[in-house]
């Protein structure tokens, strides 16, 4: 009996390694070990820390079979009290073998039993009972088996070659639900860390307030979407979650981005207060050359005339979001006008830095300042490279990173032409290019409506920047809808 236990141990312990759901793997263990106890009945516990949680029943003559995540065994949990012999075990972290209950009334209180052989007419008799220990020796459950069987189907006490069988079963399983427990629990650890980084990030700059949290959730939307659908591009449980942690960690390089850059609302930025000072120099120096009797009053009422409009126009250009030609080159010859400083120097209007960011045709960025601004994915690459990730997310890095990748080769930072764009980052691209478009939280620009949105993405198709079948699913998918 022994070798071929053994044997039969060794295959379930393999069983037990390959199980990832823990209720699948609790039904399991108590299977096999009434398999190979050939026993009628069965009962595994959980223990919460307080008391015994009846998780799975069965009892193969009666038909009965109830527990697990979808079907609660509704009794009370067993109180830690060793009256009760499974909680003794438990508590003395003993298996326990007893050929008759009737026959051990003083020992242990075996109401239950007895209440529920009342009830339904069954004969509880033998029951081996055996703690489920960690390799911690921690209990995390105990092994109920009821009513041992011989070859004519009679009840007989449990043979003691099998407790040795039995308690090394149980040590294999509670090691294998520790070990679930603990890649959860890691799993959870990494799912948090994420997202105290993704708020971190958005949390920098109120541009960028619900930035990620918006892209996940459209993503989330999008792939419930294609799996109602049934499509043939629809991600499973695992793939999900890597694609979605690619979408957390995907700006996370923007921590080390200035908030200079990050908060530029305007083209002059925080060059605005500088400039604003200038023009309130240059009026009170036109008042006081007036006041020296150096320049008439008609004279001094053109150049403030001048300065206004010269203020206005470049006020108005630093916030406007397209600049063209006419305006660009207005704004030129006002920033090359000049007037003597109090040093008796002869100064521009703007400085040369500043007339080059007065000079974004669109956008509020030089292009220095978009250099350092599009670094942020070089970063995210560099962060990302230094988490030891676990093998089912081991895309995520080049996922998070080539996010502004484009089809034609014309994105960045590596110019990656379209057989080299996975899927799941041409997704990435569409749902962060939707969501800067339609963020509410943008003061330097207004929310664009969804429909002009998906014109603007549509327009990228066509120049090849996007891909074309994706964007069509998600603008089916409504997936930005509450």
Same mark, same amino acid.
Not at 11 to 37: F, N, Q, V
Not at 42 to 54: M, N, P
Not at 110 to 130: E, I
Not at 286 to 293: C, D, F, N, Q, V
């Given at each position: ?141 105990? #092994? ?24 090394? #079963? ?19 650890? #990494? ?52 694609? *979605? ?69 470049? *006020? ?67 962060? *990302? ?98």
């Amino acid at each position: 009996m022994n070798e071929i236990k053994t044997d039969k141990l060794l295959e379930i312990g393999i069983a037990l390694s390959r199980e990832k759901d823990d209720d699948r793997l609790l039904g399991l263990i108590l299977h096999e070990a009434m398999e190979m106890t050939s026993c009628d009945g069965g009962t595994l516990y959980i223990y919460d820390g307080e008391s015994l949680r009846f998780h799975i029943m069965i009892t193969k003559s009666m038909n009965y079979y109830t527990g697990g995540k979808n079907d609660p065994v509704d009794l009370p949990p067993v109180p830690m009290r060793r009256s009760h012999v499974c909680a003794c075990s438990a508590m003395e972290k003993k298996l326990i073998n007893i050929p008759d209950v009737y026959a051990h009334t003083e020992e242990y209180d075996f109401s239950g039993p007895k209440n529920y052989d009342a009830m339904t007419g069954y004969r509880t008799q033998s029951m081996l009972v055996v703690p489920m220990e960690d390799e911690h020796g921690d209990v995390i459950g105990v #092994l109920q088996l009821i009513n041992a069987k011989d070859g004519e189907n009679q009840t007989i006490p449990f043979e003691q070659g099998y407790e040795k069988v039995i308690s090394s #079963l149980a040590s294999q399983a509670a090691i294998c639900l520790t070990n679930m427990k603990h890649s959860r629990e890691i799993m959870e650890l #990494l799912d948090s860390f994420v997202r105290v980084m993704s708020t971190a990030i958005d949390a920098r700059t109120p541009y960028n307030a619900n930035h990620t949290k918006n892209m996940v959730r459209y993503g989330g939307k999008f792939l419930q979407y294609l799996r109602d659908l049934n499509h043939e591009w629809q991600l499973d449980e695992q793939q999900e979650k890597e694609f *979605l942690m690619s979408v957390w960690l995907h700006d996370i390089g923007k921590l080390v981005i200035p908030l200079g850059v990050m908060d530029k609302e305007t083209r002059l930025g925080n060059r605005l207060s500088e400039v604003e000072h200038r023009f309130e120099k240059m009026t009170l120096l036109a008042e006081l050359s007036h006041a020296k009797g150096e320049i008439t009053v008609e004279e001094l009422q053109t150049k403030l005339t001048l300065l206004q409009e010269g203020r206005e126009a470049i *006020l108005g250009a630093n916030r406007a979001g397209f600049l063209p030609d006419e305006t660009m080159k207005q704004v030129q010859e006002i920033a090359l006008r000049t007037y003597i400083d109090t040093d008796g120097t002869k100064k521009t209007w703007l400085t040369e830095e500043e007339l080059t960011c007065m000079m974004i045709r669109k956008g509020t960025l030089s292009d220095e300042e978009r250099k350092i601004m599009q670094s942020h994915v070089e970063m995210t690459e560099k962060f *990302l490279n230094e988490v030891h990730f676990p093998k089912q997310f081991s895309n995520v890095t080049r996922w998070a990173s080539s996010h502004h990748e484009l089809l034609n080769g014309k994105g960045y930072p590596r110019q990656l032409g379209q057989d080299d764009i996975e899927k799941e980052v041409r997704l990435l691209s569409i749902l962060d290019i939707f969501d800067a478009l339609t963020a509410r939280d943008r003061p330097y620009k207004p929310p664009m409506p969804v429909e002009k949105a998906l014109v603007v993405l549509a327009d990228m198709v066509k120049f090849g920047e996007l891909d074309g079948d994706i964007l069509t699913l998600f603008a089916n998918s409504k997936a930005w809808e509450e």
